[in-house]
């Protein structure tokens, strides 16, 4: 079983920055996929962004040059560097970790929320 311990949340507001963490236990981490999620109130979940075993990133298109995810594998932690902050990013922030094909497994942090007002 992994767990994943969400950190960093808060209330800033419009144009701050916030940094979430993510640690995961187990050693899993460095074959992962590592994601964020965020569900505002009223709204599906969606993602955010996303971070390969290999490096490959992706993000949506609403956070794209203002969000950047990485990860520190020694420390099993994955990171979503949040720059130039909109009221519109308040939601719940979710890690989630999926497995490679060859292991397949798919974990959810608990959330941190995170509220920008402006």
């Known amino acids: 079983q992994v767990q994943l311990v969400e950190s960093g949340g808060g209330s800033v507001q419009a144009g701050e920055s916030l940094r979430l963490s993510c640690a995961a236990s187990?050693?899993?981490?460095?074959?992962?996929?590592m994601a964020w999620h965020r569900q505002a109130p009223g709204k599906e979940r969606e993602l955010v962004a996303t971070?390969?075993?290999?490096?490959?990133?992706g993000y949506a298109d609403s956070v794209k040059g203002r969000f950047t995810i990485s990860r520190d594998n020694a420390k099993n932690t994955v990171y979503l560097q949040m720059n130039s902050l909109k009221p519109e990013d308040t939601a719940v922030y979710y890690c989630?970790?999926?497995?490679?094909?060859?292991?397949?497994?798919?974990?959810w942090g608990q959330g941190t929320q995170v509220t920008v007002s402006s």
């Open positions: 989630r970790v999926q497995g490679p094909w060859y292991r397949p497994y798919d974990y």
């Open positions: 187990g050693s899993i981490f460095s074959i992962s996929t």
């Open positions: 971070l390969t075993s290999g490096g490959t990133t």
